[in-house]
Each structure stands twice: as structure tokens, then as C-alpha cells.
């Protein structure tokens, strides 16, 4: 069997531990509070990325490098070891692009090495789902062609569903229009926001009050659960945007459902400079999104 290693982004949130027990390569993605960019050497923590936004900076994001990509992907190759690459939704941003174009570059220089780039058409956790899921079929022995079979069978029943707790932030990326964002917060409305099959982000209704909204998200989960096919042992994911607590409500909500495999991580500040401080998000096996 041909040697791979598994690779990601660093937008995928999986949980720094894993990352190091695991020795996975992480391409970065960027983002700027004014002509500063972070992402790769330099970076901010959650809480101080998020409290930056709180106190009215507002930062942008970038798609990840070429240079970067390349430099990464060159040492695994010169390993003599395959690649396995799951990325940001194709759908969300360049970065998949970005990746496609620089692995068929290397691929011509490295005539005897493969490098596949999975679109997990998914971002923060409902990514990083897949990398857990990709790292534990390795471990099993499965070859990478296996592998990318299995992730591209479970990709539609990643189910991802979040709440935010400031509509301006949505606003401000186009996500829903200034009046909705006004309105909704003068009357305490909470949108809640899935990731289609597609791979782009959707308005899915909307509730009145903040823990209404985290309740609606496992309700909603209770509805869409597949056991017959996705048990309780599969891996469910609790994000959150610098509230910690509410993710903790969450996350005891799903164990009183039955779960037990229960991830909490931090949005990466690329992806929460769009949901803002506060986003709350719940990752799932179940029916087709």
C-alpha cells in the first residue's frame, strides 16, 4: 500500500492536541485587522481575536497561499508519501481553487506521487468531521482510495446548523440585508443558518431569544438524527465563538440525547471574523443536509 499523509486547513477547527498526536500538516488561512495579517506565524488567540471584534475592530479574511501550499505539500512529497487533502467548501471561498491548481503543479514535477483534494463543501467542525474521520480510517489501514470513497459517501450527512448572536456580523458579509439585521436586534431575533449540500450557507427560520436559539439547534438535530446508519458513537461537535458556556449548554443537551463522543472547539478567527463573537454551531451525522 502507498504511503499518504493526511492534510487539511486551518479552518477545518480541529483541536489543536489532535493536530500534534496526529502530525497533520495544516495549510493557513488568513485574516487582517487592518494591515496586519494573521494566519500562519503570527496569530491571535480566540478570546483576543474575538475581543478585538467586540470592541468595534472589524477584521477581514483572505484565502490561504500558494506559496504556502506548495512549500507544505513539497516536503510530504519529497517523503516519497502520497497526499490526502481536505479542504474549505469549494463554495465559501478560493481556498479549494487554490489547492487544486498548486496539487496539479506539483504532481507534474512529482510525476510518481498522487495528491487528492476532497471538498468537504463544509466549513469550521462540519470540516473538521471529516479529518477525524479521515485519521481514523487510516489508522484502521484503509488505503487513500478507500478513504476519499467513504468520506465522499457520509460528506452529504455532515449536518451543520448554527445560531450567531449579532445579526451585523451577517450583515456585513452580505449574508442577511441591513434591515433584517436592525430589526432583528432590536426584538432579540436569533437566525438560524445551515450549510447545504452544495456547500453554501442558507437562512433555515429564525427564533426569538439566545437560549431558545440553542435549544432549536439540538431540537433540530433530534429531528434529523439517522441512527439506523450513524449511531451514537459517531463523533458530534459543539463550536462556539468565544462563549464557552453556551457551548457547554449545548454540548450537555446532545449528551442527554445519548452521546457520548461530544467535541468542543473554538470557530478559527478566519472563519468568526463572519459569525462574530458568540456563534454557536452543532455538527452531526444524520439525513442528507
Same mark, same amino acid.
Given at each position: *500500500?502507498?504511503?499518504? %499523509?493526511?492534510?487539511? &486547513?486551518?479552518?477545518?477547527?480541529?483541536?489543536?492536541?489532535? !493536530?500534534?498526536?496526529?502530525?497533520?500538516?495544516?495549510?493557513?488561512?488568513?485574516y487582517?485587522?487592518?494591515?496586519?495579517?494573521?494566519?500562519?506565524?503570527?496569530?491571535?488567540?480566540?478570546?483576543?481575536?474575538?475581543?478585538? @471584534?467586540?470592541?468595534?475592530?472589524?477584521?477581514?479574511? *483572505? /484565502?490561504?497561499?500558494?506559496? !504556502?501550499?506548495?512549500?507544505?505539500?513539497?516536503?510530504?512529497?519529497k517523503?516519497?508519501? #502520497?497526499? $490526502?487533502?481536505?479542504?474549505?467548501?469549494? /463554495?465559501?471561498?478560493?481556498?479549494y481553487?487554490?489547492? +487544486? @491548481?498548486?496539487?496539479?503543479?506539483?504532481?507534474? =514535477?512529482?510525476?510518481?506521487?498522487?495528491?487528492?483534494?476532497?471538498?468537504?463543501?463544509?466549513?469550521?467542525?462540519?470540516?473538521?468531521?471529516? %479529518?477525524?474521520?479521515?485519521?481514523e480510517?487510516?489508522?484502521?489501514?484503509?488505503?487513500?482510495?478507500?478513504?476519499?470513497?467513504?468520506?465522499?459517501?457520509?460528506?452529504?450527512? %455532515?449536518?451543520?446548523?448554527?445560531?450567531?448572536?449579532?445579526?451585523?456580523h451577517?450583515?456585513?458579509?452580505?449574508? %442577511?440585508?441591513?434591515?433584517?439585521?436592525?430589526?432583528?436586534?432590536?426584538?432579540?431575533?436569533?437566525?438560524?443558518?445551515?450549510v447545504?449540500?452544495?456547500?453554501?450557507?442558507?437562512? =433555515?427560520?429564525?427564533?426569538?431569544?439566545?437560549?431558545?436559539? $440553542?435549544?432549536?439547534l +439540538?431540537n433540530? @438535530?433530534?429531528?434529523? @438524527? &439517522? $441512527?439506523?446508519?450513524?449511531?451514537?458513537?459517531?463523533?458530534?461537535?459543539?463550536?462556539?465563538?468565544?462563549?464557552?458556556e453556551?457551548?457547554e449548554?449545548?454540548?450537555?443537551?446532545?449528551? #442527554?440525547?445519548?452521546?457520548?463522543?461530544?467535541?468542543?472547539? #473554538?470557530?478559527?478567527?478566519?472563519?468568526?471574523?463572519?459569525?462574530?463573537?458568540?456563534?454557536?454551531?452543532?455538527?452531526?451525522?444524520?439525513?442528507?443536509?
Amino acid at each position: *500500500m502507498r504511503d499518504y %499523509v493526511i492534510t487539511t &486547513d486551518s479552518n477545518s477547527d480541529v483541536r489543536p492536541e489532535f !493536530v500534534k498526536e496526529n502530525n497533520l500538516t495544516i495549510i493557513p488561512q488568513y485574516y487582517a485587522f487592518g494591515d496586519t495579517v494573521y494566519g500562519d506565524e503570527l496569530n491571535m488567540e480566540p478570546h483576543e481575536f474575538y475581543e478585538t @471584534m467586540r470592541k468595534g475592530e472589524l477584521p477581514k479574511s *483572505m /484565502a490561504n497561499n500558494p506559496a !504556502v501550499i506548495r512549500e507544505r505539500f513539497e516536503k510530504i512529497l519529497k517523503q516519497g508519501k #502520497d497526499i $490526502l487533502h481536505i479542504a474549505f467548501s469549494s /463554495a465559501l471561498s478560493g481556498s479549494y481553487n487554490n489547492v +487544486v @491548481m498548486m496539487a496539479g503543479e506539483l504532481m507534474e =514535477d512529482y510525476s510518481d506521487r498522487t495528491i487528492r483534494v476532497f471538498d468537504s463543501l463544509n466549513a469550521s467542525l462540519g470540516e473538521g468531521v471529516s %479529518v477525524y474521520r479521515a485519521v481514523e480510517l487510516w489508522k484502521q489501514g484503509k488505503t487513500m482510495d478507500e478513504v476519499w470513497k467513504i468520506l465522499e459517501e457520509e460528506r452529504e450527512h %455532515v449536518n451543520v446548523s448554527f445560531t450567531v448572536n449579532d445579526l451585523n456580523h451577517l450583515q456585513r458579509g452580505g449574508r %442577511v440585508s441591513k434591515t433584517t439585521a436592525v430589526v432583528g436586534s432590536l426584538v432579540n431575533i436569533k437566525p438560524v443558518l445551515t450549510v447545504t449540500s452544495t456547500g453554501e450557507l442558507k437562512a =433555515d427560520g429564525t427564533v426569538r431569544g439566545r437560549k431558545k436559539s $440553542l435549544k432549536t439547534l +439540538v431540537n433540530r @438535530m433530534e429531528i434529523a @438524527m &439517522d $441512527l439506523e446508519h450513524y449511531g451514537k458513537e459517531r463523533m458530534v461537535c459543539v463550536l462556539h465563538g468565544d462563549c464557552i458556556e453556551d457551548a457547554e449548554f449545548v454540548a450537555d443537551l446532545v449528551k #442527554d440525547l445519548g452521546f457520548t463522543n461530544v467535541v468542543i472547539n #473554538d470557530v478559527s478567527p478566519s472563519i468568526g471574523t463572519h459569525a462574530g463573537p458568540g456563534v454557536i454551531g452543532l455538527v452531526f451525522y444524520g439525513k442528507s443536509r
